[in-house]
């Protein structure tokens, strides 16, 4: 009985060393963080379709402290209230077999049919991940537009949390996974363009270099699960 009260106070501890899912710790209080997702309710969070700002009726399941899309459950995708121009984005995701998904930013339902730059998240069994120019629709890569070469091999195993992190400051931008940077570019830079009319929304006149916008959690029909969605606004 005494050992397992000891490895019980030995886990609390480690638990609050780390805090609990969908909370935040003093160290990250302190440096500025924020949760986007309060881990129960549909609070700062709302349907991505234009002229509504209710949370999708369906679609969407939060339970035991993670936010999943319901496969095929017609919910459309979710954007945050709230707009963000400089920030750091964490997010945890897992995914199924031949799940597809995404974290899009800088949204604006009203321009470019409400696409921009979008973080893949993609199990590599999906057919996608083998279409547009190679590795631009891998996991971690800017969809479509700059692959991440790691971003397979950094993935964890199917059942298992990945950790997607977006730097944004003025025009850079990095995408990091499980905590290594798996790529960066520029916005409205010379390569960044080109890039551009290389992929699908080559035709759009400055896409994506809006200077804010919301974020998205996409609902691709496929079941994939969200918890600790955290933002850092940089100043």
């Known amino acids: 009985m005494k050992r397992m009260m000891m490895a019980a106070s030995v886990m609390m501890a480690a638990a609050c060393a780390f805090g ?10 302190a440096e500025g ?21 209710a949370f999708p009726e369906k679609g969407w399941l939060i339970q035991d402290g993670e936010l999943s899309v319901i496969p095929k459950g017609g919910g459309g995708d979710i954007i945050t209230v709230e707009k963000f121009t400089d920030f750091i984005l964490k997010v945890d995701y897992k995914v199924t077999k031949a799940a597809n998904s995404g974290i899009k930013y ?13 973080y893949q998240v993609l199990d590599p069994q999906h057919p996608d991940a083998k279409l547009g120019l190679p590795g631009t629709r891998w ?46 570019f520029e916005r409205g830079s010379e390569a960044f363009r080109a890039a551009v009319l290389k992929s ?27 918890r600790n969605i955290k933002i850092k606004v940089l100043e």
């Open 200 to 226: 699908k929304f080559k035709g759009t006149a400055n896409w994506g270099e809006t200077k804010t916008g919301h974020i998205l959690l996409q609902d691709h029909n496929d079941q994939v699960w969200f």
């Open 20 to 29: 609990a899912e969908n909370t935040l710790t003093d160290k990250e209080k």
């Open 106 to 118: 800088f949204i604006d339902p009203d321009i470019n049919g409400g696409t921009s730059l979008e």
């Open 139 to 184: 996991n971690a890569s800017f969809y479509d537009v700059i692959c991440a070469p790691k971003g397979e091999e950094l993935m964890k195993p199917l059942g298992e949390w990945n950790t997607a992190m977006i730097v944004s400051k003025g025009p850079k931008v990095e995408h990091w996974l499980n905590g290594e940077k798996v790529l960066e």
């Open 33 to 53: 963080w924020r949760l986007l997702w309060d881990g129960a309710t549909t609070a700062g969070w709302r349907t991505a379709r234009k002229n509504n700002t």
